[in-house]
């Protein structure tokens, strides 16, 4: 069992760059792979990226390849999500999530869930 606190969000400006943490209880991190989510007003949720077990292998959804990067620090029992050049549309809450074994592009298959950290970019 892993519990997961996501951290980091807040209100800024388009083109400002945020880094949100995800700190993971326990001694078994590096058993899980991660992803981040997201979730906009109105819309489903969907996903922002995945990182392996030991950190080096990352997949993002296209859209956000190139702004969005992910890594992890197993000593610490943190994950990371860098943001750069945010927009509007990447205005959502995220989440961070963990499940044992491989990366997955579903959410459903990912067995633990923080509670999510709110990202709002102004025009």
Known sequence: QVQLV???????QAGDSLRLSCAASG?????????????????EREIV???SRAGGLTDYASALKGRFTISRDNAKNTVYLQMYNLKPEDTAVYYCAARSG????????YE????????TVSS
Do not use: C, N
């Open 6 to 12: 996501e951290s980091g969000g807040g209100l800024v």
């Open 27 to 43: 001694r078994t991190f590096s058993s899980y792979a991660m992803g981040w989510f997201r979730q906009a007003p109105g819309k």
């Open 49 to 51: 990226g995945t990182i």
């Open 102 to 109: 491989a990366q997955s592009w579903l959410g459903k298959e």
């Open 112 to 119: 633990y869930w923080g509670q999510g950290t709110q990202v």
